[in-house]
C-alpha cells in the first residue's frame, strides 16, 4: 500500500482555468503536509504547507481533512508558469526513528496558452 | 537565505566505477536524506540519517550504497560499483524537526 497516492494526470487546462489536485495518505500518525511543485529536471520546491484550517498564497488554496486522511491544491487563474508537476509530501515518523517524508508520484500540470 | 547545496551537478562514470556525490546540508538541520529520480519517473526515498546513523533506508539502498557524515558539514552517498541503472537525478535534503524538507539542486549522475 502506497504511503501516499495522487492521481498523475496529466492535466490540460487552458490558462485562466481552475484545476484542483487531490491527493490520500495512509497513515493517520502523519505529522505535516505540503505541496511542492517541480520544474522538468530541476529539485522539488515547496509551493506550500498545508493546515487543518487550510490555507491561502495568492492563487493557491491548500485543504487538508485529517478525518478522511485527503490534502487538495487548488490553482485558481492558472498561468503559463504553473505548468510544472506538483507533489504531495507527507511527514510522519519513520519506521525507526527521526522523520520521514513521503512523496506522492505528483501531479503533471500543463497551462495551455 | 540557507540552502542546500550539492556536488558536482552532473557526473559521468563509467559502469562498475565508484562514484562520491557530495551534499552540504544547512547547517542547524538535524536530518538528511537522499533520494533518486529516474528521468520522467517519480522522487524515491533512498536514505535518511539522523545522529549520526542511518535511521531509515529503502529496498533501492542495497549493499552497493552508503553514506557518511564525515565532518559537521558534508554528507556523502557513495556508490560503490555504477550500473547502467543507478544513473538518475540524486537529490540531498535535509530538515530540523518542525520544517519541511529543503532540497539541493541535485547531482545528475550519467553511468556509461
Known amino acids: 500500500r502506497k504511503e501516499v497516492e495522487q492521481d498523475p494526470g496529466p492535466f490540460n487546462v487552458p490558462e485562466g482555468a481552475t484545476v484542483a489536485f487531490n491527493c490520500t495518505y495512509s497513515n493517520s500518525a502523519s505529522q505535516s503536509f505540503f505541496w511542492y511543485r517541480q520544474d522538468c529536471r530541476k529539485e522539488p520546491k515547496l509551493l506550500m504547507s498545508?493546515?487543518?484550517s487550510g490555507n491561502e498564497d495568492g492563487r493557491f488554496t491548500a485543504q487538508l481533512n485529517r478525518a478522511s486522511q485527503y490534502i487538495s491544491l487548488l490553482i485558481r487563474d492558472s498561468k503559463l508558469s504553473d505548468s510544472a508537476t506538483y507533489l504531495c509530501?507527507?511527514?510522519?515518523?519513520?519506521?525507526?526513528?527521526?522523520?520521514?517524508?513521503?512523496f506522492g508520484t505528483g501531479t503533471s500540470l500543463t497551462v495551455i496558452p | 537565505e540557507p540552502e542546500v547545496t550539492q556536488t558536482p551537478s552532473h557526473q559521468v562514470t563509467q559502469m562498475g566505477q565508484e562514484v562520491i556525490l557530495r551534499c552540504v546540508p544547512i547547517?542547524?538541520?538535524?536530518?538528511f536524506y537522499w533520494y533518486r529520480q529516474i528521468l520522467g519517473q517519480k522522487v524515491e526515498f533512498l536514505v535518511s540519517f539522523y545522529n549520526n546513523e542511518i535511521s531509515e533506508k529503502s529496498e533501492i539502498f542495497d549493499d552497493q550504497f552508503s553514506v557518511e557524515r564525515p565532518d559537521g558539514s558534508n554528507f556523502t552517498l557513495k556508490i560503490r560499483s555504477t550500473k547502467l541503472e543507478d544513473s538518475a537525478m540524486y537529490f540531498c535534503?535535509?530538515?530540523?524537526?518542525?520544517?519541511?524538507?529543503?532540497f539541493g539542486q541535485g547531482t545528475r549522475l550519467t553511468v556509461v
Open positions: 509530501v507527507v511527514k510522519g515518523p519513520g519506521l525507526n526513528t527521526g522523520n520521514q517524508f513521503y
Open positions: 547547517s542547524n538541520h538535524l536530518y
Open positions: 498545508v493546515y487543518s
Open positions: 535534503a535535509s530538515s530540523s524537526v518542525t520544517t519541511e524538507a529543503f
